[in-house]
């Protein structure tokens, strides 16, 4: 089976990606990695 998983960079995503994938299925992973707060905070 085939499944779509947002946020697959982060801590949820990347770990649920990786049972998925363990257990034989397609995953497509997509993320937003733009930065949303001031690095300097």
């Known amino acids: 089976m085939?499944?779509?998983v947002t946020?697959?960079?982060g801590f949820?995503?990347?770990y649920v990606s990786k049972r998925l994938l363990a257990a034989?299925?397609?995953v497509v992973g997509i993320d937003n990695l733009n930065d949303y707060y001031?690095?300097?905070l």
């Open 2 to 4: 085939k499944f779509l």
């Open 7 to 9: 946020g697959a960079a």
């Open 12 to 14: 949820i995503g990347f």
């Open 24 to 26: 034989g299925h397609q």
């Open 38 to 40: 001031d690095v300097n």
